[in-house]
């Protein structure tokens, strides 16, 4: 008995899936090729002062045209799941309109590839690059009307696609597409408001429960899921108002974007906090709202402290912080000065993790979950560099190891991992001024180059 138990169990753990993670805008180059449309972030970039040093994504890896190249890396890195995205604009150019068979092709091609290889499908249906006319006539996500159009976009990619994926994936970080785009401004469409981040939270979650509901309706095979962003908020002291004050954070990051989709309403907090500002859901909606993920995704960087009152020290946390919308949460946001950064001024806290999924396993039971982005950016200006990336090696042996803690000391019922990502790309604002990559390219010298960190992907994998 014991020997079919840990039969059993060595099953179960082998099928945990280690994986890397990239967005079709930030890798894939040819914008103008294959009879894609336009996106807001096209537009946006092309923009000047909105990205630094002025770069697009025009070439950015090239993806589009290299992607055999980039799937046999993966192979070599002994990954059994690719999270990837499809862009929106490349299978129905102008939003609502016909389908683009060019689109199709290559996406349908990179799923062949990939399970040549024996990789796993994991396809994100919308990754922030929204066709342009959904943002000019319909508003973007301030319509329902945006949210039709998706799920009808979603439509076409299960019918295509749905033979041979398993696990589909609706939206990346709505929290960034709704605080970030309609309440900072510093992604399109770079709206400043208090207001507009709910309103665009409400068509994001809309769109995804209808898209969930074509997929079940449609009969296909597989699991539908989302990957919601949050990082760890860890009371500043063992007060209970700071412990509140943490709890309240969650739920305003995670909880917003994840309690309508399982229980068909918003966090209770955030309705007494906000009142009649907070969208309501009707009860037709709730229907199919409710229960509308057989799987939850986590993207996890960091971690900050969460008090009820300013801190003393270590308040200045830059544009996620305090102020905006973001002051309806009441707390206030603080990093430990011991804390070693990445270059995106994220603390590296592996335990916040481990944390952040008891979390998500206490709050939504009986849901698998995925970590669906996690990695570091380090600064790399030359190949040297790149090479001895020794930050990048630490962060992902420590933060493998909280992940693996959670699901194996703590009972988490974690799936999988996928390192964000295999190589340095096109990252929004920044351009390509940050490497999050397992290997290094640029756009004026596309060839591949393994950083120390894929070896120690690597390594990680083959030990499981
Ligand atoms: C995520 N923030 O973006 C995205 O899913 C990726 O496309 C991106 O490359 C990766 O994380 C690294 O940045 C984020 O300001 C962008 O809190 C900004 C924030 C969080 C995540």
Redesign the pocket.
């Known amino acids: 008995i014991c020997l079919k138990l840990s039969e059993g169990w060595t099953a179960m753990k082998n099928e945990f899936v280690w994986g890397v993670?990239s967005?079709a805008f930030?890798i894939e180059g040819a914008t103008s090729e294959g009879g894609r449309g336009l996106s807001t972030w096209d537009v946006y970039t092309r923009t000047p002062g909105k990205i630094l040093n002025g770069d697009t994504a025009d070439i950015a890896c090239d993806h589009y045209h290299r992607y055999r190249e980039d799937v046999k890396l993966m192979a070599e890195l002994g990954v059994t799941g690719y999270r990837f995205s499809i862009a929106w604009p490349r299978i129905v150019p102008d939003g609502v309109g016909a389908p683009n068979p060019a689109g199709i092709a290559f996406y349908s091609d990179l799923i062949d590839t990939l399970l040549e290889y024996g990789i796993q499908p994991y396809p994100t249906l919308y990754?922030?690059d929204l066709p342009v006319i959904n943002q000019f006539v319909a508003d973007g996500w301030l319509s329902r009307q945006t949210a039709e159009a998706f799920a009808r976009y979603a439509g076409i990619c299960f019918e295509a696609f749905g033979d041979r994926v398993r696990h589909w994936i609706t939206l990346?970080?709505s929290?960034?597409s709704a605080v970030?785009g309609y309440g900072l401004g510093?992604f399109p469409p770079g709206r400043r408001d208090s207001e507009q981040p709910y309103l665009a939270a409400h068509n994001l979650l809309l769109a995804h429960a209808m898209a969930a509901r074509t997929f079940r309706e449609g009969g296909f095979d597989g699991q539908i899921g989302i990957?919601n962003?949050c990082?760890w908020r860890e009371p500043l002291t063992g007060a209970e108002a700071d412990r509140q004050a943490a709890e309240r954070a969650l739920q305003f990051f995670y909880g917003w974007f994840t309690d309508p989709l399982v229980f068909g309403e918003y966090p209770e907090m955030m309705r007494e906090k906000l009142g009649c500002r907070l969208p309501e859901f009707t009860s037709d909606e709730r229907k199919f709202v409710a229960g509308s993920v057989d799987f939850l995704g986590l993207?996890h960087?960091t971690t900050l402290y969460a008090s009820a009152e300013p801190p003393a020290v270590g308040c200045d946390i830059g544009?996620?912080g305090n102020g905006g919308m973001i002051a309806d949460q009441d707390v206030f946001l603080s990093v430990d000065p011991a804390w070693v950064q990445t270059d995106?001024v994220w603390s590296i806290v592996p335990w916040g993790l481990r944390k952040m999924l008891n979390w998500v396993g206490e709050r939504y039971p009986g849901i698998p979950v995925y970590v669906t982005?996690n990695?570091c950016?380090c600064p790399e200006p030359d190949v040297e560099s790149a090479l001895n990336d020794t930050m990048r090696q630490e962060y992902l042996k420590a933060y493998t190891a909280s992940c693996l803690a959670a699901r194996d000391e703590d009972g988490v019922d974690v799936r999988g991992y996928f390192c964000?990502?295999l190589l340095d790309?096109f990252?929004?604002t920044s351009g390509y001024a940050?490497h999050?990559g397992l290997v290094r390219c640029t756009p004026s010298d596309l060839t591949r180059i393994r950083k120390g960190g894929f070896r120690t992907y690597r390594d990680i994998i083959a030990a499981n």
């Open positions: 993670s967005s930030q990754h922030w990346n970080e929290w960034c970030i510093a990957a962003n990082d993207n960087y544009p996620n995106m982005e990695g950016s964000w990502t790309n990252e929004w940050r999050f």
